[in-house]
């Protein structure tokens, strides 16, 4: 079946390290592929998308690139802050559908 | 432009009541999609409509059921509830039912079951 799977959390990182959260993903056709942000008490947010292979989605100083070779997404960046604190989503939709299929999620603390 | 608006943010319920909960998507926006969270399964597919449809289905018992209206404002509905049933359900709304297409998610709805 169609499935993303994440690095497991939690993730806790000093001010300014370098990021990286793995994503891997099975599905059947070409999906876009999609990282999502959970703040305490939100709802969540886009933060960068691609919808083909070797697309490079980037936000804030994050970056993905759509690996189609390796069935991989995953999520990096620089320099992380401490408002980079958060539950970090993996996902992937399929051609035809709207729907989001989602990686287990990555909790990620940064400390000062 | 206003974002996905969810109401009510907190519902308190008992097993065996059921709940209506709604969701207004963004200006413009004609698909919406539910999801649950929940801390043990995570994000899971509820229902995806557009323009007034169901698309797709996730792999929910009959007591899980949804609408949308003419104004594109979508409404999920469960009934008989059960102690598993508390969660945080989420609503999404997109331009377009496409898998290119960006899902912008509401705050939530926070059921609790006693």
Known sequence: ?112 | KAGVTQTPRYLIKTRGQQVTLSCSPISGHRSVSWYQQTPGQGLQFLFEYFSETQRNKGNFPGRFSGRQFSNSRSEMNVSTLELGDSALYLCASGSFPGHTDTQYFGPGTRLTVL
């Open chain 1, 1 to 112: 079946g169609n499935s993303v799977t994440q690095m497991e959390g939690p993730v806790t990182l000093s001010e300014e390290a370098f990021l990286t959260i793995n994503c891997t993903y099975t599905a059947t056709g070409y999906p876009s592929l999609f990282w999502y942000v959970q703040y305490p008490g939100e709802g969540l947010q886009l933060l960068l998308k691609a919808t083909k292979a070797d697309d490079k989605g980037s936000n804030k100083g994050f970056e993905a690139t759509y690996r189609k070779e390796t069935t991989s997404f995953h999520l990096e960046k620089g320099s992380v802050q401490v408002s980079d604190s958060a539950v970090y989503f993996c996902a992937l939709s399929l051609q035809g559908a709207q729907k989001l299929v989602f990686g287990q999620g990555t909790r990620l603390t940064i400390n000062p």
